[in-house]
């Protein structure tokens, strides 16, 4: 809309300016006494106004209009031609530049041009009083393609960008220049199957959980078992070091520095201690109370005494700790982690001497092996459990699991797996043996690829244990005894045991040894080499029907608290669900074993091996199936809370229902649950609900508050150029509130999210969104312009707006700022010193290298200039227009200037030639003063060498008589005469792009206020909470006038 409905006119001393100045003086003032009311302006206007405008202007302007087939004559009634405001701003605007009546025409008197302007201004000062707070029309709006995207990025936490990667069309612009105007938002066939595409695109990017569901950028599953792999990782990360290791060292540290705090602190020192040393307060604790336990304990008491005896340095303490690791724990905890991928993984080899279970072993050469434990003693039992090969090529074999071998062994020994002589309960995969007898396991008939199978060669072990009904002063050593041919003797294994080479343990009553074990198991409980499995899948050399196993026990209990140990569970939760390693295993288990069945001897064997894992592997699936199942009612209704969200308000039952009617539908037609979520959740970002921002007219003749949610949506669209957030949503019934828009308001200023403003209405209102795919540089003049200094020059404007929202800087900086937000291209480019690295930074004091502030943008400068040269003209337009002031639109038949200058002349000379054409002169006497002072930048932005410049190349004279020079004067210029102006149009611009609209004659206070408040030294809070406390932005006109 024509600035002159907004603002007071100004000339700047050009032909008719100073026959005005009465003229503008009565313009500018108050004319409540002058004009009468209505009633006196309609009369007025009937007897003088009206034919004054056929005089003067009837002759271009009339039944058959030559100009712009605009007809004044027409307008019988003052309240015909206030019907059309923009037209009363046209007359007003060519009668105060001189510009109309043409000056071959017959000109008004003085004392006519007083009399018109002062009705006019009459008319519309009663006319912005009557619709003040007006919120106006304001179209349907679908969403732009940012605030799509933005929309799509919060919703999802993915920033997928839909319509650059199904390239929709691009926005228009509207109102005032921006792209979140209806009526610039056409919606056309080819439009609504993108949003459908791009609907399904997200849809197909949605990973179900056990509890709801969440996006990827990946539309893969393999991709999103990576993800949710990369989660636990990185919770492992945060609490275990790269080898799984507890962070002892840390803490062992803390309780040395802060003993005396921690001593006479209690649990709240501990807390505190733990947060300012970014430590665990749960494994802190845990080793506070052991270091001050006054129970004795063989193994912790010398460590005690060297940790009182430590002032800060924790090295002898963990010398003491380690040294004690090495003789209770056996082998790489870590490489075990990754080489036994089989069955299961074992558990850490406990070097004890005395316990209530051992593992015992013998190697096999042939199935032959005999079962030992001596000496006898009367009313004691043995029990043998999970008899089982191990070793060699293949995978751990529990011969109770498999059918073949388990009749085959109860065949041979005579006893049975699970069944007990006295009919005590034990363990289904355990033989039980009285202590003295032998029990020889002959498995020599088998099959022969069976027996290969058992000898590769292989270790028999077994799990030895007393049975809880022997008596506590029972013990014995156990032997398992692989040898060949019948018989065999046990005097040599007794005496290598007697002597120390073979590894035997005593076995004594599980009470007796649980007191006897205790210091052992309250040292690896505190102090486990590591507390889990850090690579919990296998190597890249190896293969594993499992790919991911847990084992992190010692985390969950020394380093978790109880968030701590349901978040670890969730993860391993959604891991196995979302990959769905059952149904893989599942898969590929009945690859393998139809692969070996096949009638040979190396294929009998792995079948053999292989086939222990069936009921596992079936057990997993159907368990992973009935999570699925369970999972489904979950899925449904965090879709309903999205589309809430999506929305941007509560959904009534019915909406429930259609959701869940469509959902339904599917899987009645014989839809699985996934495919038929996903068309459901496609059907919610396909509905206008989420396309449109629908709000509803208010009902009555007068206009009213929008809903608490529809402000909020006004609300987040203006800041972030997207939905709501969780919070804003939360407030959003209170929202109306003074208080809560301002705390609101506030803190959105200070979220990363004002990116949206700042590209869309900060980069946009320069003139420079769209820089990085329009940018008319020649490529062949300017190889250097690559395309890493395009994307920088394209993205330092909105890096500037970024700084001053965020961090609420005054607005005049926008033109008036001594600082740019660069990176290290950018300070190349701009010959700024000091600048490393690709990160964007703050650098202040730059005028001095012509920067600072929408002046020195790069991208401003190269696009206003011609593809192989600079262009005064085009530049000095752009100021022009940033100053509020309307150009008229090029004369036919004008030349243009040539795209390189002729040999001798520069492009000012070109460009003063240029001007003295008559047709021109009224527009370049404007225009080129402020484009001349840009002399000194080339076509890229940079500054030019003092060398490339003719003396006065860069300064200028205005239409107004002030002379600038270069850079420096023109920033100063407009700092000091023009800064009111520019204010006013960036007040302008800034409520157009609030409230989605041109503006009209009914935002003429809202628009003073906000240049007032910019004038008054405004930070970006102050000027945006006077907008959004407004009328126009809080109400909505009702709707029998709604499109009006």
């Known amino acids: 809309m024509n600035q002159l409905l907004l603002r007071p006119i100004v000339l700047r001393g050009i032909g008719a300016g100073l026959a005005l100045i009465p003229a503008l003086l009565a313009y500018l003032t108050p004319t409540a006494g002058s004009a009468g009311g209505a009633d006196d302006l309609a009369q007025s206007y009937a007897k003088q106004i009206r034919p004054l405008l056929v005089k003067t202007c009837g002759k271009c302007h009339g039944k058959t209009p030559k100009d712009n087939d605009l007809d004044l004559t027409s307008f019988g009634t003052a309240k015909a031609i206030l019907a059309k405001p923009k037209v009363l701003a046209d007359v007003v605007e060519r009668l105060s530049a001189g510009d109309m009546p043409p000056k071959e025409a017959s000109q008004p008197s003085k004392a006519e041009r007083e009399q018109l302007l002062g009705w006019i201004k009459a008319a519309l000062d009663a006319e912005a009083a009557a619709r003040a707070g007006d919120p106006g029309a304001v179209t349907l709006r679908r969403l732009s393609n940012a605030e799509y995207d933005n929309a799509i990025r919060d919703l999802t936490g993915v920033d997928m960008r839909p319509t650059r990667a199904r390239e929709f069309p691009a926005d228009s612009v509207g109102g005032e220049g921006f792209a979140n105007v209806g009526e610039a938002m056409p919606v056309t066939p080819g439009l609504v199957e993108r949003y459908h595409q791009a609907a399904r695109d997200v849809a197909a990017r949605a990973v179900l959980l056990p509890k ?10 393999p991709t999103w078992a990576e993800e949710a792999l990369k989660s636990l990782r990185s919770f492992h990360a945060r609490h275990a070091g790269p080898k799984g290791e507890p962070p002892l060292a840390a803490h062992l540290t803390a309780t040395l520095r802060h003993r005396d705090k921690l001593t006479s602190g209690g649990p709240a020192a501990i807390a505190a201690v733990a947060a ?85 072993e013998g190697a096999a ?20 459990d999970r008899l089982r090969l191990e070793g060699g090529d293949g995978p751990t074999l529990v ?25 005590r309960p034990v363990p289904k995969s355990a033989l039980v043996t009285a202590a003295g007898a ?60 007697i002597a120390g080479d073979l590894r035997v343990a005593q076995i004594v009553h599980s009470r007796v040894a649980a007191e006897r074990a205790r210091p052992a198991a309250e040292f690896r409980s505190l102090f486990p080499p590591a507390v889990l499995f850090e690579p919990i899948i296998p190597r890249d050399a190896q293969g594993s029907v499992f790919l991911y196993h847990r084992a992190d026990e010692p985390l969950r209990r020394l380093l978790l608290d109880e968030a701590g140990r349901a978040e670890i569970d969730r993860l391993w939760s959604e891991l196995e669900f979302v990959s769905e390693q059952a149904f893989a295993t599942s898969i590929m288990y009945k690859e393998i074993v139809q692969y070996y069945r096949k009638p040979n001897d190396g294929a009998r064997i792995m079948f053999f091996y292989i086939q222990m894992f069936d009921e596992q592997i079936k057990r997993e699936e159907n ?92 609300l987040s669209f203006l800041l972030w150029e997207s939905v709501p957030d969780d919070e804003l949503r939360a407030k959003a019934a209170t929202l109306h509130k003074p208080a809560v828009m301002e705390q609101q308001l506030r803190r959105m200023l200070k979220d990363v999210r004002m990116r949206g403003m700042a590209e869309e209405f900060g980069a946009r209102w320069v003139g420079v969104r769209d820089f990085a795919a329009n940018h008319g540089r020649s490529l062949k ?40 937000v660069i990176n290290d291209i950018l300070a190349k480019h701009y010959g700024i010193p000091g600048v490393k690295g690709p990160e964007w ?61 002729p040999a001798g002349l520069s492009v000012r000379e070109i460009t003063e030639r240029h001007r003295k054409d008559s047709n021109c002169a009224g527009c370049h006497i404007r225009i080129d003063p402020f484009g001349m002072t840009l002399e000194q930048f080339d076509a890229l932005g940079r500054l030019r060498p003092a060398k490339d410049l003719k003396p006065g190349d860069a300064k200028a004279t205005t239409r107004d008589g002030v002379e600038i020079d270069g850079f420096a004067g023109l920033r100063n210029y407009i700092a000091g005469p023009r800064r009111d102006d520019l204010l006013r149009s960036l007040a302008q611009k800034l409520v157009g792009y609030s409230l989605g609209r041109s503006v009209q004659l009914s935002d003429r206070k809202l628009i003073e206020e906000v240049t007032k408040t910019m004038a008054d030294g405004g930070r970006w809070s102050d000027v945006m909470l006077v907008i959004v406390r407004s009328e126009q932005f809080r109400c909505i006109r009702p709707a029998a006038s709604a499109s009006n």
Do not use: C
């Open 212 to 221: 709801g569901f969440r996006f990827s950028p990946s539309p893969d599953r």
């Open 276 to 360: 300012e040393e970014k430590l665990n307060a749960t494994y802190l604790a845990a080793l506070w109370a052991r270091l001050n336990g006054k129970t004795a304990s063989p193994l912790l008491d010398p460590i005690r005494e060297k940790w009182r005896a430590a002032t800060t340095d924790p090295a002898p303490v963990l010398a003491a700790i380690k040294a004690t690791q090495d003789q209770l724990f056996l082998g790489n905890y870590s490489k075990n982690a990754v080489i036994a991928v089989g069955n299961g993984f074992p558990a850490w080899e406990d070097l004890r001497r005395m316990v209530a279970r051992e593992r015992v």
């Open 365 to 384: 050469r042939e199935p032959l092996f005999r079962l030992v434990a001596l000496p006898a003693q009367p009313d004691t039992f043995v029990v043998w």
């Open 399 to 423: 011969l109770a699991e498999h059918p073949e071998l388990r009749v085959a062994v109860e065949a041979a020994s005579g006893l049975k797996f699970g069944h007990h002589p006295k009919d």
């Open 438 to 497: 032998e029990v020889v396991i002959d498995l020599r008939k088998l099959p022969a690829p069976l027996q290969k199978a058992l000898t590769l060669p292989r270790f028999l072990r077994a799990d030895v244990s007393l049975d809880d009904g022997s008596p506590e002063t029972a013990a014995f050593q156990a032997f398992l005894i692989a040898a060949t041919g019948g018989g065999g003797n046990l005097a040599e294994p007794v005496a290598k045991a």
């Open 623 to 714: 368990a992973l199936r009935a999570a699925q199942v369970a999972a489904e009612p979950g899925h449904l209704e965090a879709l309903f809370a999205f589309a809430a969200r999506a929305w941007r308000r509560p959904l009534a039952a019915d909406e429930r229902k259609a959701i869940l009617a469509s959902y339904h539908a599917d899987r009645k037609d014989g839809i699985n649950h996934d495919p038929a979520f996903r068309a459901a959740l496609a059907r919610v970002l396909s509905s206008p609900w989420f396309l449109y921002r629908v709000e509803q007219p208010a009902p009555g003749p007068r206009w009213r508050p929008v809903s608490g949610d529809e402000l909020a949506t006004r």
């Open 781 to 820: 003049h300017f190889p250097e312009f690559t395309p890493a200094l395009r994307d920088a020059l394209a993205e330092e404007p909105v890096r500037f707006f970024e700084d001053l929202l965020v961090n609420d800087r005054p607005v005049a900086d926008v033109f008036a700022s001594d600082a740019v």
């Open 841 to 901: 930074r703050r650098v202040e004091k730059v005028a001095a290298h012509g920067r600072g502030g929408m002046l020195g943008f790069g991208a401003v400068l190269a696009k206003h200039a011609a593809a192989a040269r600079t262009s005064p003209v085009k530049r000095g337009a752009w100021v022009v227009q940033m100053l509020g002031e309307r150009l008229p639109k090029v004369p036919p038949n004008v030349p243009p200037l040539p795209e390189t200058p």
